[in-house]
């Protein structure tokens, strides 16, 4: 007799890892969402600092007030929005934050419908919960992925707990613009349905400074929970610190979560976060500039291979594409590795509307993303199924 849940045993395995485990030293991987950019010295510095300090010790449930205070003054400089402090909780890492969000809202029996093509372990969250996932894919049309809110609304009924948007969008860079996210606060305010906002790549935008953030429009009694991250715009992946702006008035319902979760994050490295907030712009700034200079050479490359077609997006740091005769990219992705050393996530990976895509990382150095592009092309080039 099996000790362990039937539902967990059934988990699959992210697609993603499966092409990762064949990596060998050689290889040029880009298949997950991470920079070749080692985080830089002054956020180091300020976590090193308070370790050598004696911040060792446990830190509150919602992250150090001083972090808390930093979110604050952040979303205050760059959206214009007040976010008191009972409204915010630090925590390990984006995926805790949607996992805490999912423990908060879904219960067995409910359902949550979220926008694909989508980062997988956020349906597994809601999975592992007991929510049942219902897919939602954009549409893709010549000028790229575009959503249809209609569909979005049918696919909600009541036991609909959750809808699960990401703008900018992994993998696909797609933005929800304010237009759309008002329609969808004003059907989370009628039906009494959860939004969460996952915003995890608001800096890394083509054009302007941010996108678009549910805070902007959301009342701080509205179903709006908004997930982010420090892990990209700051270089910090393996840092594994997030946080969560909340509806008002469940503080201490997330505190109790974190508390049985993980009891809150080393006190120390939120130090290292609060200098990424404050003196960080003009690395932000830095770091954007070098993702839309991927995105420009990856862009070239990928247009002047005959069989790729390639997805235009407006954000992130992915390019998406299909390949033609490619129908499985699952296949696809495992050879590519083993071939042509180039490390890449198969579209099946992020659900319906991504099956027949591919999707690459392209933060990394230029002279990096030539020679990938060098090694695709003359795979591509070759490749049958």
């Known amino acids: 007799m099996s000790l362990i849940r039937e539902d967990i045993a059934a988990l699959e395995d992210s697609p993603i890892i499966e092409v990762w485990r064949l990596a060998s030293a050689d290889v040029i991987g880009m298949w997950v969402g991470e920079s070749d950019v080692p985080t830089p010295p002054f956020i180091?510095?300020?976590?090193?600092?308070?370790?050598?300090?004696?911040?060792?010790f446990y830190a509150p449930n919602r992250g150090i007030p001083a972090l808390r205070q930093a979110l604050t003054?952040?979303?205050?400089?760059?959206?214009?929005?007040?976010?008191?402090?009972?409204?915010?909780?630090?925590?390990q890492s984006g995926m805790n934050a949607v996992m805490l969000v999912a423990q908060l809202m879904v219960r067995p029996g409910d359902n949550v419908v979220t926008v694909t093509p989508s980062w997988p372990n956020i349906m597994r969250a809601m999975q592992i919960n007991?929510?049942?996932?219902?897919?939602?894919?954009?549409?893709?049309?010549?000028?790229?992925?575009?959503?249809?809110?209609d569909r979005v609304f049918d696919h909600c009924d009541a036991r609909t707990r959750v809808i699960y948007t990401a703008s900018p969008g992994n993998p696909t860079g797609w933005m929800l613009n304010r237009e759309q996210?008002?329609?969808?606060?004003?059907?989370?305010?009628?039906?009494?349905i959860a939004l969460l906002s996952d915003e995890?790549?608001?800096?890394?935008?083509?054009?302007?400074?941010?996108?678009?953030?549910?805070?902007?429009?959301?009342?701080?009694?509205?179903?709006?929970?908004?997930?982010?991250?420090?892990?990209?715009?700051?270089?910090?992946?393996?840092?594994?610190?997030?946080?969560?702006?909340?509806?008002?008035?469940?503080?201490?319902?997330?505190?109790k979560l974190i508390q049985f979760n993980t009891s809150a994050g080393q006190a120390f490295l939120q130090h290292g976060a609060i200098a990424a907030l404050r003196e960080g712009e003009e690395f932000v700034q830095y770091f954007v500039s070098r993702c839309r200079r991927g995105h420009a050479v990856v862009?070239?490359?990928?247009?002047?291979?005959?069989r790729i077609r390639n997805i235009p997006n407006s954000a992130s740091f992915y390019a998406m594409f299909a390949v033609d005769g490619v129908l499985d990219t699952l296949t696809f992705c495992k050879?590519?590795?083993?071939?042509?050393?180039?490390?890449?996530?198969?579209?099946?990976?992020?659900?319906?509307?991504?099956?027949?895509?591919?999707?690459?990382?392209?933060?990394?150095?230029?002279?990096?993303?030539h020679t990938a592009m060098d090694r695709l092309a003359a795979f591509v080039a070759d490749y049958r199924e």
């Open 44 to 56: 180091c510095e300020a976590a090193s600092k308070a370790l050598f300090a004696g911040n060792t």
């Open 73 to 91: 003054e952040y979303h205050q400089r760059l959206y214009g929005v007040d976010i008191p402090d009972w409204r915010i909780a630090v925590t």
């Open 130 to 149: 007991g929510a049942a996932v219902r897919e939602v894919p954009l549409s893709l049309g010549n000028d790229g992925w575009s959503l249809d809110l």
């Open 181 to 192: 996210g008002e329609a969808l606060l004003d059907f989370a305010r009628r039906r009494n």
């Open 200 to 255: 995890v790549y608001h800096r890394i935008v083509h054009d302007g400074n941010a996108a678009f953030s549910m805070l902007e429009i959301a009342r701080p009694d509205d179903p709006v929970f908004v997930v982010n991250s420090f892990s990209k715009a700051w270089a910090m992946t393996g840092w594994r610190i997030g946080w969560t702006i909340f509806p008002d008035g469940l503080a201490a319902e997330y505190e």
């Open 299 to 306: 862009n070239e490359r990928l247009a002047g291979m005959p």
């Open 335 to 369: 050879r590519a590795v083993l071939e042509a050393r180039i490390g890449m996530a198969p579209g099946i990976a992020f659900g319906n509307g991504g099956e027949r895509m591919v999707r690459l990382c392209y933060a990394k150095a230029p002279e990096l993303l």
